[in-house]
């Protein structure tokens, strides 16, 4: 039969209906280890015991539970054996071995061939078909022996010790921390653990790994220990309590000779819980696969390396070349696989195919007009000779970067990777913009040196922007985007890096790009408004136009939505004329408006920028879970003391903490503020009046943690001016007035929600 293998949250096969390692909460997912990127919420999980144990300390709720030890044989589905082997990377991480009408499969997850000394050793088994974790695909990648390296490492700790300093070694919470710590056993080293190593040690510890003697960090007494911690920045606020830190990154990533500069401490040591390059093919050695597929990391390098061995090999998701520009294939059933895959021809600079580089070109003429027709006009000619995936990608690239792959790539990131694809330096760029005061303008002189021709489709440069997204480091990230800006042309290059950077410069709105889809697509204009207000997505919209499906778009459960802006008035009297002499008033928070997605109980914050950021405010976590509806809300966080706002100087000084840090001392305390209900039990409210949507919303138990923003009914100047000055003397920033009879649309050209501000009433 051949293993059909879908890349979606994380890899899918169709054959059995089960996800591997979905980041995303799905029906059922086998969670090959304990690590945030490779597990979620799912209905239900298959792993190991010890994965089990850590995936219920660290995503506690009801799930259905499939756990398996190691070696048992069991059926996940019928017809279909299954069984769970060690993957060696950390406690618990286990292989997933299927066979199917006498076809076996093996998935890696992230797996350690060398046995290391913090995680059970690694079990290779012959399978035809093999998804192999590939991070380290490259034969640079070579790591020395452990053994080696642990030395190193204890004669860091002594030498920094003697000179007065204090030892922090970085590396992961779980897995690398404990790895480290097992290092140091018998050399004569006290060691303190950050508190997060610290828990996930003692979560160990009940698995039955022993440890040497190890202690909670204390400021007061952490000068002569060695520390380890998961990796923080110097200018962290914990970094700070530590006495004349000398820091030192455990990473594979440190055999780069620039890692240090990159992660910037004092010493790195190639150490990893992955497979280096000569693991990786001493695994696909013992497996003896038909078919491999590699994932992750330098996948494709390897899989060219594997067929190089006369294995047939595939990238999955990726461009798998040999020596020419080829198609990339699909992941279908082995037999289905040619042994050469076609060759794609390699279009000239004046091709229509050279989508991008039409698209950079249109966004130099979208700068240079401020003509609403004649920008329409200049889209409308981008997207006329597109198929229509491509279209999607137009409208995406000419759009902003989604919060969520700018959250992945900083600034800095972004532009160390366009040094290094240049053949430029720190120094020349920083000269560059002190004479530009513009990254941007900097940007551009450095790719105009670059040589390159525009050979770039709208299809790569979206597979590109996935595979970067789904990098697993930020150091991985910068070398995959420095390679991809060395072949783009200076016009596309300036086009990637302003996108990257969250500045595009096409100057093009939402509502323009919605016309544009209308005139694409022939669809009415209301329908396109309304589809993208409810996904803030336009590759999804340009899609549903295709297929004339805009009105099956819905609101949907953690995925944000624009929210509503409302317009500043000058007066009582201004407001008074736009929205009648009858009112519905509510007081203006100063804090961070933000929306509450809750489904179950998977709970999420997001910024009105659609960045995610329920890590900053845990403590509305457990608040959300205990109101029994399931709601996507419109909400502000405001600081809040006993039954009054504080300034918001005292949230931004909260803001201003790293994440990791939240938990240390005491918080600025918080309330979540509840404005307005836009998604109930997953029915979507968007058309809705407002004062249907908040009769629904009033109906919430609430507690002291979230609550609900009360209306107040006002009449006249001099009742708005009086609760203006009220909410003045509250600590409030104004009144927003809101139509009651207006559905939730921030796209309307006519505000429905009106502010005045306190200043009003001086």
Known sequence: MGWKIEQRNGLYLPAVDWHLDARKPTARSFVSHAHFDHMGKHETILCSPPTAQLIRQRLPGKRNWMVKEFGEAFELEPGVEACLYPAGHIVGSAMLWLQKDSESFLYTGDFKLSPGISAEPCQPVAADTLVIETTYGLPR??????????????????????????????????????????????????????????????????????????????????????????????????????????????????????????????????????????????????????????????????????????????????????????????????????????????????????????????????????????????????????????????????????????????????????????????AKFKALYHDFRDNRKAARVLFSQNPSAPTRTLSQISSFLKTLSSAPNPIFKQSLLSEHFRKLSPAEGCVLFDYLSGTPQSGVSADLLCQAISHHFQRPLESVRAAYLRCADFAQVSEAATRDSLAKIRIQSFHPILPMQAATEASAEAVIEKQGLSLWAEREHDGIRCQIHKDGEHVDLYSKSGERITHLFPEFLEAARSIPQHFICDAVVVPWGYEEPLPRSELDKRLNRKAEELFLGEEVPVTLWLVDLLSLSGEDLLDLPLEKRRQRLDSFSVNPKIRITPVLPLMGVEQVELALEQSAASGCSGLLFKDPQSPYDPLSNAPAWLRLPAKACN
């Not at 970085?170 to 140091?184: E, H, N, P, T």
């Not at 979560?203 to 790994?209: A, F, I, R, V, Y």
């Not at 992660?263 to 003896?288: E, I, M, R």
């Not at 070109?361 to 609403?372: G, K, N, Y």
Request: a negative charge.
């Open 141 to 426: 990648y070579t790591f020395p022996p452990e053994n080696e390296v642990f030395a190193d490492i204890v004669r860091f700790c002594h030498e920094t010790l003697e000179n007065g300093d204090t030892p922090v070694l970085f590396g992961y919470s779980l897995g690398k921390s404990q790895a480290i710590l097992r290092s140091l056993a018998n050399e004569g080293l006290e060691v303190m653990l950050h508190p997060t190593a610290l828990k996930l040690t003692q979560s160990c510890q009940k698995l039955g790994w022993t440890f040497p003697r190890f202690l909670p960090f204390d400021a007061r007494s952490q000068k002569g220990k060695v520390v380890i911690s998961p990796p923080l920045g110097k200018q962290s606020e914990w970094m700070q309590s530590i006495h004349n830190p000398k820091t030192a990154m455990i990473s594979g990533w440190a055999v780069d000779a620039s890692s240090t500069y990159r992660y910037q401490c004092d010493k790195t040591f190639p150490l990893s819980d992955h497979a280096d390059y000569l693991d990786l093919q001493n695994f696909v050695a013992q497996v003896q696969p038909k078919v491999v597929y590699t994932v992750h990391g330098f996948a494709k390098e390897f899989a060219a390396t594997l067929r190089q061995q006369g294995y047939q090999a595939w990238a999955l998701g990726l461009e798998n070349q040999l020596g020419l520009n080829i198609e990339a294939p699909t992941a279908t059933p082995s037999e289905e696989l040619s042994p050469t895959p076609p060759v794609a021809s390699i279009p000239s600079e004046n091709s229509p195919h050279n989508s991008f580089h039409r698209l950079a070109e249109t966004v130099e003429a979208l700068s240079q007009t401020d003509s609403h027709l004649k920008k329409l006009d200049l889209i409308g000619r981008l997207l006329a000779p597109l198929e229509a995936q491509e279209v999607a990608d137009a409208l995406s690239l000419l759009h902003r970067a989604p919060p969520e792959l700018l959250a992945e790539l900083p600034a800095k990131l972004v532009k160390q990777s366009l040094i290094l694809a240049t053949g430029s330096n720190e």
